[in-house]
C-alpha cells in the first residue's frame, strides 16, 4: 500500500473492525503523529491533543466502561482525539481533520482504522484521566486490517451537491 496516491488511499479506506494481533512499529506511529501535526486548523491554532493508548489493559478498561465498540481491544493503538470548548469554536472541526489525516495516513501504510463517535465521553474521560473541562470528540482505534469489506453505497452528486445556490 505504501506509495498510494490520495485518490487511491481515499477509494481504499473503510471502517476496520477486525484487526490480527500485532503491533504498529515506532516508525509507523511517527508517520500517523506527523499526519495529525500537520493537520490545518482554524488559526493554526492545533487546539487539540491526543492520547495514544497502546496498553492492552487500558484498552479492555476503555471497550468494557465505555464503548460499545468491543473490537478496539484488538487494535494496535487507538488515537483519543481530546479538545477545550471553552477555548476555541472549531475545535471539533479541527480535531476531525486531523483524524481523518491519521485515518488516511494509515491507510496508506496498509494499516486499517475505524472512526468511533458512539461511546461514553464521561466513563472515557475517567479512565483515561481527562479533565473535566475537555472533551473527547473521537477514538480512532488502529491495527493491522483483518477484513477487507466492500465499498459502501453512496449517495450520488445530485443528492450530495447544489451549484451556486442551496436546492
Request: aromatic share 8%.
Amino acid at each position: 500500500m505504501i506509495g498510494l496516491d490520495v485518490k487511491k488511499v481515499i477509494e481504499k479506506r473503510r471502517s476496520i473492525r477486525k484487526f490480527h494481533e500485532g503491533t504498529i512499529n515506532d516508525e509507523q506511529l511517527q508517520i500517523l503523529m506527523k499526519a495529525a501535526q500537520l493537520a490545518p486548523s482554524a488559526s493554526n491554532r492545533q487546539p487539540y491533543k491526543f492520547i495514544i493508548v497502546k496498553d492492552r489493559g487500558l484498552m479492555k478498561e476503555l471497550s468494557r466502561k465505555a464503548s460499545i465498540q468491543r473490537f478496539i481491544i484488538k487494535a494496535a493503538v487507538i488515537f483519543v482525539g481530546i479538545g477545550n470548548p471553552e477555548h476555541e469554536k472549531w475545535y471539533k472541526v479541527d480535531i476531525a481533520i486531523a483524524i481523518q489525516q491519521i485515518y488516511l495516513q494509515a491507510v496508506e501504510l496498509g494499516l486499517g482504522a475505524c472512526w468511533i463517535g458512539a461511546f461514553d465521553e464521561e466513563k472515557a474521560k475517567e479512565v483515561l484521566k481527562v479533565p473535566e473541562s475537555m472533551n473527547i470528540v473521537a477514538l480512532l482505534p488502529i491495527g493491522i486490517p483483518a477484513e477487507d469489506p466492500p465499498a459502501r453505497p453512496r449517495k450520488s452528486f445530485e443528492e450530495l451537491f447544489c451549484i451556486n445556490y442551496y436546492k
